[in-house]
């Protein structure tokens, strides 16, 4: 499969009284036609400016800039705003985090649907009703055809959550990035909408860039995974790769914080990183996570070396980097 979305160097900056907030700071990654990658981080790592980057819809002091932005072949970087306008909602679309503040409360979930069909495709309203109720069906919405002349504040969080997803789909967008779609719905809603984002991303052949904060939600629906701290991927990895040898002390860090059916007693203390993460403000040198590495040493002062574990598993770390060159002057 050929990288449908080319992410190299992406740089987000805001700049602020107290300084330049550097909330992306690097990023490299691809994703690929049909696959599912998973941005993983803790809050305020960048994960969310990322999204916004990618969209076009960062807010405007802020500064982006790369050396490749490249979606489908089109240089997101030199898009006029009309020529971002033709793309999003078409052939990239967004599922947000809150769909409460997404969806206009001054509209019924029919205009807002339909709406996304007709600004792109020469549909008439009939079918751009139809493509609505069926994805309404399809995304698991009961009563598909009643719910067209409902308000968004008269669904439950599930269901608007379910209006998003179809509304991203209206399109048949080739890229879908999914927000933290989760994080306001109970923990049972939660695992509808991740069975369903699944099972329509393999339905679409879309591919989609899922962020979230949560370990388990990655395990369960990502093809890959990178993981973002203080706004730089430091690992990226194959899920199954990543989860049977996590190399970066910071994804160690994570997965040890991770109750284990079986082998966590019941009312123990859980693992936590210690520390707290470094400002953004006026940049970083060195590795960003060192103040809280228990294998920190001098030379994590300088810019990490990227090297590669395995196969498309890359790593941001020095210790690393001289533990496999350890091994392989060992085995010469």
Do not use: W
């Not at 809050?43 to 076009?56: N, P, Y």
């Not at 719910?147 to 890229?175: F, K, N, T, W």
């Not at 339905?203 to 890959?224: C, K, N, Q």
């Not at 520390?275 to 040493?297: E, H, K, T, W, Y």
Request: hydrophobic residues 40%.
């Amino acid at each position: 499969m050929d990288a449908l979305l080319d992410v190299r160097n992406l740089r987000v900056e805001l700049p602020g009284s107290q300084g330049t907030v550097h909330a992306v700071r690097g990023l490299d990654f691809q994703v690929k036609r049909g696959e599912m990658l998973c941005l993983v981080g803790e809050s305020g790592c960048g994960k969310s400016m990322t999204s916004l980057a990618l969209m076009g819809l960062l807010p405007r002091a802020a500064v982006r800039s790369a050396d490749r932005l490249e979606f489908d072949g089109v240089d997101l970087r030199g898009l006029s705003p009309r020529q971002m306008q033709d793309l999003r909602g078409n052939r990239m679309a967004m599922i947000f985090q809150e769909p409460m503040t997404s969806l206009n409360p001054a509209y019924t979930v029919g205009n807002q649907l339909c709406e996304a069909l007709r600004r792109h495709r020469p549909a008439t309203r009939a079918q751009a009703r139809d493509r609505a109720v069926y994805l309404l069906e399809r995304a698991g919405v009961p009563h598909a055809p009643e719910r067209l002349r409902q308000y968004p504040h008269q669904l439950s969080g599930g269901l608007r959550q379910r209006v998003m997803i179809a509304m991203a789909l209206m399109c048949e967008p080739s890229l879908i990035i999914a927000d933290e779609p989760t994080t306001a719905l109970d923990v049972t809603i939660q695992a509808q909408i991740l069975r369903l984002i699944r099972e329509l991303q393999t339905e679409f052949g879309t591919a989609v860039v899922f962020i979230t904060h949560d370990l388990g939600v990655v395990a369960r629906i990502a093809d890959r995974v990178a993981v973002m701290y203080a706004g730089e991927i430091v690992e990226t990895a194959p899920v199954g790769q990543l989860y049977a040898q996590p190399s970066h002390p910071y994804t160690q860090g994570l997965l040890s914080c991770i109750p284990v059916r079986g082998r966590t007693p019941p009312g123990s203390r859980l693992a936590a990183i210690p520390g707290v993460v470094p400002s953004l403000v006026d940049g970083i040198d060195g590795c960003a996570f060192r103040n809280r590495c228990a294998q920190a040493r001098a030379a994590c002062a300088q810019t990490p070396p990227q090297v590669a574990c395995g196969t498309g598993h890359i790593v941001r770390c020095v210790a690393v980097s001289r533990a496999l060159r350890e091994t392989r002057e060992s085995t010469v």
